[in-house]
């Protein structure tokens, strides 16, 4: 986990504002990075108790802090899970995917392969029908009912690389929910394969939406 450095706010604890601490870079529950209103309570002379609330969020996340030095010292984050860095265009795009990926990867840092390759399977669908609505490929309720398999090969017809992307993670993804499995792949060749899709997406949402360009200065 990385970590910055944070002023704690003013706090109705009153002891614990102004100190110096650190904080995970990324907020623990949703991984956007993280500007938290902090919290701070005094626990002994030399350790610290901090909520910080995300205002991305608008969640909570805790921290112990060793405070004797002059910036305290993270000792330990709940939750502990760092989540991964997702593009931000793609965030936005699709919340309803971002807390499909994040529930998968909290199923995954907790041993629940299973559950994470499906949730892993279902954020690309998440995420490849709200780019098909997005980007106008077809109405809602056509996406609605395409099945996922239907849906790579039609929205990305022009595209293989897309759609061998986004088949191994509908493959390999299948074969966490079904009772007879074929192999045993890794999570994270499904995950590799996955980021691949969601870069290929934030691509296509970055040149749709450019800062500036020729015609708008
Ligand atoms: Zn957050």
Redesign the pocket.
């Known amino acids: 986990m990385e970590f910055k450095i944070q002023t704690s706010s003013p706090s109705s604890y009153g002891a614990l504002n102004q100190k110096k601490i650190s904080i995970p870079s990324l907020?623990p529950?949703?991984g956007?990075s993280n500007n938290p209103s902090t919290h701070g309570l005094h626990l002994s002379q030399k350790i610290g108790f901090f909520s910080h609330y995300?205002t991305?969020?608008e969640?909570y996340h805790h921290s112990m802090q060793d405070i004797s030095k002059e910036i305290g010292i993270c000792k330990v984050v709940f939750p502990n899970t760092q989540p991964s860095d997702l593009p931000e265009q793609v965030v936005n795009f699709s919340p309803r995917f971002t807390q499909m990926y994040r529930d998968a990867e909290f199923a995954e840092n907790n041993n629940a392969v299973d559950l994470a390759g499906v949730g892993y399977r279902a954020s690309l669908e998440i995420l490849l029908k709200d780019y098909a609505l997005g980007f106008k490929l077809e109405d809602y309720e056509d996406i609605a009912k395409t099945n996922l398999n239907n849906a790579i090969s039609k929205y990305f017809k022009e595209d293989s690389s897309v759609q061998i992307a986004a088949d191994v993670v509908r493959i390999l993804g299948n074969d966490y929910a079904h009772w007879r499995k074929d192999e045993e792949f890794d999570l994270d060749i499904l995950k590799a394969y996955l980021n691949i899709f969601i870069q290929i997406i934030n691509t296509k949402l970055m040149l749709k939406n450019p800062p500036v360009s020729r015609n708008k200065k």
């Open positions: 907020c529950n949703c956007v995300c991305s969020c969640m």
